[in-house]
């Protein structure tokens, strides 16, 4: 090969490099291994972690942890999928623009909004990627975030819009309704953002905050982290939503610590929000023979032609967790789905009964889906502590996501995955470290 | 003598006909399946799943019922699998062959990695469980980030960001954070080269900068006396991709680094050709200020149709303060914890860009095929793709046209000169290649070179596998001189569809299923 | 009437104080398939060289300068519905804005047919 380039070594190859960043050796780090040495030390590292499936397991807050039928992790190791690209040349990439086409129709089905988006990296990113659209939509700079949205979506929110002309006001967490974020709005307000089920699991009718916003101008961004929570509750586009952002992770894809996750993003169809949407979008058309196919579209909205006028940034979404998305969602249907959301809430009203009823122990909240919040007599993050050494995963201390504040608020979700003898061990394990 | 008569014909029957029935009654065409949306085929009574019956308990949702039918059709189980399956055998992917999309880094995926990535120590772990329950996932993100400094000899490393923009977005907002915090508010301009990635202009824009163009010079790189130009107390920084995207190291990058230093700048590295230096180059040795790393390029996890990837990012001495949170410290006692929150950090970092603590299931793949690797077998990573690369462009420089002269990195970049007068495009030779039975290179990007198609084949390409390639290459490059243009303008033929129309998608834009209005009536 | 043209592309028609401002054929002709035109609000008023529009094809996105000062009286609204006007007939049907001139001796500094014809070939 080297003959055919005309070089003597690979080091000609390489003469471009300036010299004094040219490397003698190696680099300091352990040489090549075989697949038995790094499968016995990724092992021994895994084992370091206790697998929500080996504990009585209720922790939540915007990851859930749900059963994923096996189907779905069989086939998104397809080769074909798992080893595409952004499908760029659509006459080889049907099945990957396909299934995204039937993922944002689900998407947008399952918000009761009219179009969704090829997916966002996860439902933190989409929510500060629909605070910016608003703002570019209503050309207006100031947002309203209810303080029970998750904290790290409010935390990705004001990151993205530090250094633009987007100012974010946060309301207080505290309170248990929305007035504060209504008193918020005013004439300068391109959106308010709120959550429901919210980060303490409590359910929030957005009828009222859409109204007034909508007297006012302003959009209204409807959060939800448990997508499974709409197999029963009202959508975020029947109750007034403009724009729905979400965290799907419930549907398919798995804890896997944090991420890969798949952020859900739908609107209104409106052109002016289509166009100012971020992300790819796959939309249908016909082939040179009149048969259907599909394609990416409406791609100057993205960076790789707009440059510096994009919409976003964003390049890649996250095309695998969309497919295991939409392959569990095409499994559940609308059956399984208000079934399985059942399951998870009335799992959850069997946790409050027995939890509540502990001496010292109050279920705050009035209304929840799979997820509610207690206030302990002592100090959440400690309690968790305790369980945790007697082998409960027992939930989210509220001051670890609120520093210094809500100590003795522990937040807690049940799932579908939940048996009683987890309550029962849970319940006597919190009773035992009070 | 007994003789069997009956039985299948086993000859080819004579004057067989050979064309005439082009369409299917179906719509299939053999083993390429028709397939219709789910919309089409599933209901809302069909479940794949098995669940046991709720009890009927009463509901506390607060009066939030739903109170209509969402329109979620179901399948069942075999039929969810077909589907899938069926519509698997409509893509191209790197299992199935070369797929030499420039700038994207289309290798193997070692399947060692998905096996890892899918231990429950690893996959079945709750971001937010107890700092004790999981020290092997913050131990393996501190090894991750031990891995990445290393080998790019950069002090520090934000692992949060989920992909190379966001990581863009990650390096670029450390560099804002600094020049704020040194009163440096005049500065608000970064340089960008034409030939950037469009998501460098669109990042800097996010961080409040404005854009300023560097043309290339006649060897596709940075035009320097242009850039000396530019410098000035107004200047932010640099985004420089290295080695660009034509393909090219950028020789004069130290100079670069130095000019932007003194002139009160920061180099931002756009790192995601890092696979053609990775083991060999290490981009701290080279003035870089902040690099993000594509994991799902340098590092082989797997593209998935479109994600998802991972873009931690390396920070200089400078910029490291000021990295997001979160991130894993080891503590004194020989385990990890996770400072969450800015309050917590020791320096004063810019912001959390995202949920919880970045792309763990990426992380493990990566990290895999790391310590597979080593710093040996990383080192030949890149001497391997930068050879396959460049015998692509040696033995095709007689038919094809290289946009530059000299010898390339990990990419062979070519020009559409040597279709000049053939009437067949760029896009129409890609497209042949369809029916060649290879998914084309990255074309018309880079912007600065005329009709371009930038062809990465990486390091998991055998020399047969190459040679075979660049047969059919040579092959079309020569039927499109001769005047074969018929076959070209019609390619592909042998897709799974024929050309779409891009115009109609995006003038009628239909982005989701609606149900046939006669449907909707006959429901009412 | 006459009919002046600007080195990126526009042409501009005058008729009393009014002028229509659309792009030129060859403009279209490389854009491709126009696919979206996004048009500014009547009213705006325009400085030379203000960017007041956006073309878009499947491939590009162009920005539309201000030819001369002045303000938006009308807008083609029937490009919302259908941009193909913008290829099928970029000097007439396919118009972008009409434009209250403020000074009309800011034509005399735009080229003619003949100059604009040597400017694209």
Redo the contacts between chains.
């Keep these: 090969m080297l003959d055919a380039i005309g070089v003597a070594s690979i080091d000609d190859l390489f003469t471009d490099v300036p010299e004094a960043a040219r490397l003698d050796g190696l680099i300091d780090l352990p040489t090549r291994q075989t697949e038995l040495q790094v499968e016995r030390a990724m092992s021994a590292m895994a084992s370091r972690n206790v697998a929500a499936s080996h504990a009585p397991f209720f922790v939540g807050a915007g990851a859930y942890k749900h059963h994923v039928p096996a189907t779905v992790d069989h086939l998104i190791q397809r080769s074909e999928f798992l080893t595409a690209y952004t499908p760029y040349q659509p006459e080889i990439s049907q099945g990957t623009l396909q299934t995204l086409f039937e993922f944002q129709t689900q998407v947008a089905l399952l918000t009761g909004m009219d179009v969704a988006n090829a997916s966002m990296y996860d439902g933190s990113t989409a929510c500060a990627e629909a605070v910016m659209m608003a703002a570019r939509v209503t050309r207006r700079t100031k947002a309203v975030m209810a303080g029970s949205v998750h904290p790290h979506y409010v935390e990705a929110s004001k990151t993205l819009a530090k250094y633009s002309d987007v100012a974010i006001t946060v309301t207080d967490a505290a309170p248990a309704d929305l007035d504060a974020v209504i008193a918020e709005i005013d004439d300068t307000t391109a959106c308010v953002v709120v959550q429901t089920p919210d980060i303490f699991g409590r359910l929030h009718d957005l009828r009222e905050i859409s109204r007034i916003a909508h007297e006012k101008g302003a959009l209204v961004i409807a959060v939800f982290t448990e997508a499974v929570s709409l197999g029963l509750v009202e959508a975020p586009g029947h109750m007034g939503a403009d724009i729905a952002v979400g965290e799907g992770q419930s549907i398919g894809v798995g804890l896997n610590f944090g991420g890969p996750y798949v952020g859900l993003f739908a609107c209104k169809d409106d052109r002016r929000f289509i166009r100012q949407m971020p992300g790819r979008l796959a939309g249908e058309t016909v082939d040179a023979d009149g048969r259907r196919g599909y394609v990416l579209t409406l791609s100057t909205r993205e960076q790789h032609i707009r440059r510096d006028k994009a919409t976003s940034n964003i390049c890649t979404n996250s095309g695998l967790c969309a497919l295991a998305w939409t392959i569990h969602m095409t499994l559940l249907g609308e059956k399984g789905l208000t079934t399985l959301a059942r399951l998870n809430h009335e799992t959850a009203c069997e946790l409050a009964d027995a939890l509540g009823s502990i001496p010292g122990v109050e279920v705050v909240n009035d209304s929840f889906f799979n997820e509610f919040t207690l206030l302990l007599p002592k100090n959440a993050d400690q309690v968790v502590n305790e369980l945790a050494h007697v082998g409960v995963l027992g939930g989210v201390p509220a001051s670890r996501l609120y520093p210094g504040r809500f100590e003795n608020y522990l937040i807690v979700a049940a799932t579908e995955t939940n048996t009683p003898e987890d309550i029962a061990v849970f319940a006597k394990a919190l009773a035992g470290v009070l | 003598m007994g003789m069997n008569t009956q039985g299948r014909p086993t000859r080819m029957a004579e004057n067989i006909a050979t064309g005439g029935y082009a369409d299917t009654i179906s ?1 299939s065409r053999g083993l390429d399946q028709a ?1 219709p ?3 089409e085929r ?8 098995d ?5 009927g ?1 009463k ?17 069942a ?1 075999p039929e ?2 077909r ?3 069926r ?10 062959g070369l ?1 030499p ?1 420039g700038s ?1 880094t ?1 290798k193997h ?1 070692p399947r ?1 990695n ?3 990535a ?13 700092a ?6 913050y ?2 993100m501190g ?1 991750l980030a031990h ?1 990445l400094m ?2 790019t000899n950069m002090p520090a490393v934000a692992l949060s960001p ?5 990581g ?2 990650c390096g670029m ?1 450390a560099i ?1 954070a600094k020049l704020d915090a040194d009163g440096q508010t005049g500065r608000r301009r970064i340089l960008v080269p034409e030939s950037a ?3 460098n ?8 900068f ?2 300023d163009e560097i043309p290339a010079d006649k060897t596709g790189r940075v035009d320097m006396e242009a850039f000396k130009a530019k410098l000035g107390d107004d200047v932010a920084g640099i985004m420089l991709t290295n080695p660009n995207t034509c393909g ?4 004069d ?2 100079e670069i680094a130095d000019l932007i230093h003194e002139a009160g700048g920061y180099f931002y590295c756009d790192g995601a050709n890092f696979n053609a ?1 990775v ?4 981009p701290g ?2 003035g870089v200020d902040a690099m993000h790393i594509n994991l ?1 390029k340098t590092f082989s996890t ?9 873009g931690p990012t390396v920070l200089s001495e400078a910029l490291a303060p000021f990295a ?1 949170v979160p991130y894993v410290v080891e503590t004194a006692k020989g385990g990890w914890e996770m400072v ?2 800015m ?2 950090a020791e320096g004063d970092p ?13 992380f ?1 793949r990566a ?2 095929y ?10 030949q990573v890149a ?1 391997d793709a ?3 690369a ?2 692509i ?3 095709l420089k007689h038919v094809m046209t290289p946009a530059f002269d000299g ?1 390339c ?1 990990h990419e062979a970049l070519f020009d559409d000169r040597f279709l000049k007068d053939t009437g067949v495009t760029t896009l129409d030779f ?2 042949a290649m ?1 029916d060649e039975g290879y ?2 290179m990255t074309m ?2 880079p912007l600065v070179v005329h009709g371009a198609m930038l062809i990465e084949p990486t390091e998991t390409e055998s ?1 047969s596998g190459l040679d075979r390639f660049i047969e059919v290459l040579e092959a079309l490059a020569t039927a499109a001189k001769d005047g074969d243009k018929d076959r070209f303008l019609a390619a ?1 033929v042998h ?13 009628q ?5 609606t149900a046939p209005t006669d449907t909707v009536e006959a429901a009412e | 009437m006459t009919t002046r043209y600007t080195e990126d592309h526009e042409w501009i028609t005058v008729d009393g104080d009014i002028a229509t401002v659309g792009i030129t054929a060859f403009a279209a002709g490389q854009l491709g398939d126009v696919v979206f035109v996004e048009l500014p609000e009547v009213g705006r008023s325009l400085t030379k060289g203000d960017e007041f529009a956006v073309v878009e094809s499947v491939k590009a996105a162009s920005e539309v300068y201000a030819p001369v000062d002045g303000e938006i009286t009308a807008i083609n609204d029937a490009l919302e519905g259908e941009p193909a006007k913008v290829n099928e007939d970029p000097s007439g049907d396919g118009w972008f804005v009409k434009i209250k001139l403020a000074d009309a001796s800011q034509l005399d500094g735009l080229m003619d047919e003949a100059a604009y014809n040597a400017h694209i070939a």
């Excluded at chain 2, 599933?42 to 799943?49: A, E, I, N, S, T």
């Excluded at chain 2, 989920?162 to 966001?166: E, R």
């Excluded at chain 2, 897709?495 to 003038?507: C, I, N, Q, S, V």
């Design positions: 719509g397939e949306l789910i919309f599933g209901d809302m009574d069909r479940c794949g799943v669940l046991p019956d709720p009890k308990l509901t506390r949702l607060g009066g939030q019922e739903r109170k209509a039918p969402i329109g979620l059709p179901g399948l189980e969810t699998m589907h899938y399956v519509l698997s055998r409509k893509n191209y992917a790197i299992d199935l797929y999309l994207c289309m995926n060692l998905e096996k890892i899918r231990l429950p120590g690893f996959a079945d772990v709750h971001p937010l469980q107890p004790a329950t999981v020290q092997g996932a131990q393996l090894e891995w290393t080998l989920k992909a190379g923009a966001h863009e977005f907002m804002r990635h469009g998501t202009p669109a990042t800097a824009v996010q961080c409040g404005t854009v090219l190291f950028e020789r990058i130290r230096i083991g060999r180059v290490r040795d080279l799902h797997p593209h998935g149709g479109g994600g998802p990837g991972s997001p969450e929150h309050d917590d810019f912001g959390r860009m995202a949920a919880f603590h970045g792309q763990m299931g990426m493990t990290l895999t790391m310590m597979s690797h080593g710093s040996d077998g990383l080192k001497e930068v050879l396959n460049n015998y462009q040696a033995r010898t990195m890609a497209k369809i998914h084309p018309y990007f020399m592909p897709a799974p569809t024929k050309r779409l129309d891009e115009t109609r998608a995006a003038r834009p239909v982005l989701r299923w």
